[in-house]
């Protein structure tokens, strides 16, 4: 059967009718992250371009207003007869030099000399040195459409105090800046959307290996469990995940195959007594009898429904151990008097099976549920039993061990159980013996029951075998300090 592709809407709807929007890609998400930070860095460094060739103009300014102040403070100096002469001299203190403006005042604040068309010093704030160089000693002004930058000092001659003030036209570079910015983000939004495109194709590119991936998982199905996805064909970035998704393949193989046996044991179990039951029906039904045999008819099947109803609520309550809804109610229990109460209750079966009970060990307090404590010894007890040729006894034996622990063995002598069976005797229904013949009532879940109450309770159970002995050991906890 081929798999079932099933599209997955943007917008899924909840149980209780709210939208719930699908995540966003991993591509969008990282090609956004990458965008945001192309247009962050990028923003950066134009205003950085930018601040640096405003801040280089204004130095070349500068430069300019000081040559220009040098030149007028140098006509100032020199000796003339009349204002007309130093006028003239003024006239030709800079020449050659486009958009350059300057004009000199008396003290009285009469105009001398301006080659401007307004009054440049209106708008200084600040007298300073033309050795200076920051925000006050240079200023811009405005006029009409046209921004000028200017600067204002005073000089000194002959005990007279002029006060000069020179300025050059910014339309060049105002121009200049204008077009560069224009340029200069054009060329940042060109980069960008070309890093970013560059960015979401080395992504999908990148995401390749993930969808192979996911093709290769669609192949994955019942009848194609032993596919495995091999870690040296994919990134060393998903080896992880595949060794992790390997593991859980494995696993769930393994479960499956458990569940599967799982389904034919139980299947064989309900067979044995409901074909009995319908067997036996069929026979007392074949002709009449008188009444004491049909009450022999209906006690056996009443021996069969209550052997099925015990099945079914030994697998019910292995059921919810394993999904944790049977919750342990720990207290310390002593250990001679659970062992003896529970040799009482066996008197009578190894009586009939002419067994004897032997107990060793020193007197410890468990820390257990008392009737789940009672039921795992009880079922150890009672397969020892059925395993124990007669004439021989069953050994229960207590032992303290580090680190806050008892162990409980029942030992019991019988057959060797073969080591490729003791991994599995603890799983539902597990018999060693394949013609799963029955040794007595049992149904196959008391080990597995065992099993389960020691892990419930924080412990945990293993078995050994030899030609001699069988051991079951359970490990749980106590509230005892070790010596």
């Given at each position: ?8 809407p943007n ?5 209780d009718g709210?939208?719930?929007?699908q ?6 998400r ?14 950066v460094?134009?205003t ?22 040098h030149s ?5 100096s020199q ?6 002469q130093?006028v ?6 800079v ?7 300057y004009q ?18 209106d708008?200084?704030v600040?007298?300073?040195s033309v050795?200076?160089?920051?925000a006050?000693?240079?200023v ?17 001659n ?5 006060r ?10 105002m121009?200049f ?12 939004l060109?980069?960008?959307l070309?890093?970013?495109?560059a960015?979401w ?8 290996p993930l ?7 669609q ?8 596919v ?6 994919v990134?060393i970035?998903?080896v ?7 593991l ?5 193989q ?7 046996n799982?389904s034919?044991?139980i ?9 009995n039951?319908?067997?036996?029906t ?6 009449s009898?008188?009444l004491e045999?049909y ?6 099947n ?21 999904n ?6 720990p ?17 009578a079966?190894?009586e ?7 107990k060793?060990?020193?007197?410890v307090?468990i820390?257990?549920?008392k009737?789940q404590?009672?039921q795992l010894l009880s079922n150890?007890?009672s397969?020892?039993?059925?395993h ?5 006894q069953?050994?229960v034996?207590v ?6 622990q008892v162990a409980?063995?029942v030992?019991?002598?019988?057959e ?8 599995f005797?603890?799983d539902?229904?597990y018999?060693?013996d394949?013609s ?5 009532e ?11 109450i ?5 412990g ?6 030899t030609?001699?002995l ?6 749980l906890?106590?509230?005892?300090l070790?010596?």
């Open positions: 059967m081929s798999p079932v592709k099933q599209s997955t917008n899924m709807t909840a149980p709210l939208k719930l929007h995540p966003m890609s991993l591509t969008t990282v090609v956004v992250f990458v965008a945001l930070t192309i247009i962050a860095c990028l923003s460094v134009g950085l371009i930018n601040s640096s060739i405003s801040h280089h103009f204004l130095q070349q300014d500068s430069v300019e207003l000081k040559v220009i102040i007028v403070e140098s006509s100032l000796k003339h007869q009349t204002n007309k130093l003239k001299s003024l006239s030709k203190a020449a050659g030099h486009h958009g350059v403006f000199v005042k008396t003290p009285q604040n009469q105009l001398l000399y301006s080659n401007a068309e307004f009054d440049i010093s708008e200084s600040e007298t300073a050795f200076e160089f920051t006050p000693t240079i811009q002004l405005q006029h009409g459409d046209a921004t000028y930058r200017a600067m204002l000092s005073e000089f000194e002959d005990g007279v105090r002029y000069i003030t020179a300025a050059i036209d910014m339309s060049f570079h121009h800046l204008t077009q560069f910015k224009q340029s200069l983000w054009v060329i940042m060109g980069s960008s070309l890093v970013i495109l960015a194709f080395a992504i999908y590119q990148g995401l390749n969808r192979g991936l996911s093709q290769k998982m192949k994955i199905q019942t009848n194609n469990k032993n495995r996805l091999d870690v040296t064909q990134p970035e998903l992880n995940m595949v060794e992790s998704f390997n859980m393949l494995d696993r769930l393994e479960e499956f195959i458990r569940l599967s799982f034919s044991d299947a064989h179990e309900l067979r044995t007594p409901l074909t039951m319908v067997t036996q069929q026979v007392g039904l074949s002709q009898r008188d045999q009450r022999e008819l209906l006690f056996s009443l021996e069969e429904v209550e052997r099925l109803t015990k099945m079914v609520s030994d697998m019910l309550w292995l059921a919810k151990t394993q944790g809804l049977i919750k342990p109610e207290e310390s229990l002593k250990s001679y008097a659970e062992i003896d109460a529970l040799f009482d209750y066996f008197d079966f190894a009939e099976a002419q067994i004897t009970f032997i060793r060990g020193p007197e307090t820390l257990c549920d009737l404590f009672r150890l007890i397969n020892a039993i059925r124990t040729p007669k004439g021989q069953i050994t034996e032992e303290k061990l580090n680190y806050g409980i063995s030992i019991n002598p019988g060797k159980i073969a080591a490729e069976y003791l991994p005797l603890f539902r229904f018999r060693p394949k799963r013949q029955r040794h007595s049992g149904v196959g879940l008391g080990l597995a029951i065992a099993k389960a020691a892990e419930t309770n924080g945990n159970i293993n078995v050994t075998s030609e001699q069988t051991c079951f050991k359970v490990v906890n106590t509230d005892e070790n010596p």
